[in-house]
């Protein structure tokens, strides 16, 4: 256990919705970088919050947004869902640069 | 820029065999690497980190992996596969460039067989 915990574990949605997943971070960390796992692949970085700032962005579009809190926790919103969207979203929480640990996802599918 | 290269993206081996799966990586500047096991529908556990002290690095498991510099490789090795290995194994090096982020390779479906 990581002590990363993430809601929902599961989630179907249809296309153009909008979806928000929750990631509660590890007690200490205060750094919280979102992933997209698409079915076969690694997961690709979207982006990452230090401190309640966004810390830097992969190569998603800006439909892709996120928020985090004074308690560290964080959110990732997506709006106008395409069916290429659907994936395993990973939350990792860090002290800084230090190592990320984990947590079990939300798996999200576009109808 | 950093990326990674995991050769095979499936690997079977016999229980009890030695497990090697290959990852070379890209980095203009000294890296941390990473192997990372998920386990069906689950997140990432981390099985174990370079972070440029010793170039044999020890994780859980039994799983171990070496850091070749000129061979710009960390592969992962394991001296006898157990049925409980067949996982998928990723790896990944940080970049430390304002961001904090890991950059993945695309994973290593593991087949243990009895």
């Known amino acids: 256990e990581t002590g990363v915990t993430q809601s929902p574990t599961h989630l179907i949605k249809t296309r153009g919705q909008q979806v928000t997943l929750r990631c509660s971070s590890q007690s200490g960390h205060n750094t919280v970088s979102w992933y997209q796992q698409a079915l076969g692949q690694g997961p690709q970085f979207i982006f990452q919050y230090y401190r309640e700032e966004e810390n830097g962005r992969g190569n998603f579009p800006p439909r892709f947004s996120g928020l985090q809190f004074p308690n560290y926790s964080s959110e990732l919103n997506v709006n106008a869902l395409e069916l290429d969207d659907s994936a395993l979203y990973l939350c990792a929480s860090s002290l800084g640069t230090g190592i990320q640990y984990f947590g079990a996802g939300t798996r999200l599918s576009v109808l | 820029a950093q990326s990674v290269t995991q050769l095979g993206s499936h690997v079977s081996v016999s229980e009890g065999a030695l497990v090697l799966l290959r990852c070379n990586y890209s980095?203009?500047?000294?890296?941390?690497l990473f192997w990372y096991v998920q386990y069906p529908n689950q997140g990432l556990q981390l099985l174990l980190k370079y972070t440029s002290a010793a170039t044999l690095v020890k994780g859980i498991n039994g799983f171990e992996a070496e850091f070749k510099k000129s061979e710009t490789s960390f592969h992962l090795t394991k001296p006898s596969a157990h049925m409980s290995d067949a996982a998928e194994y990723f790896c990944a090096v940080s970049v430390i460039s304002g961001t904090y982020k890991y950059i993945f390779g695309t994973g290593t479906r593991l087949k243990v067989l009895a």
């Open positions: 980095s203009s500047v000294p890296p941390y």
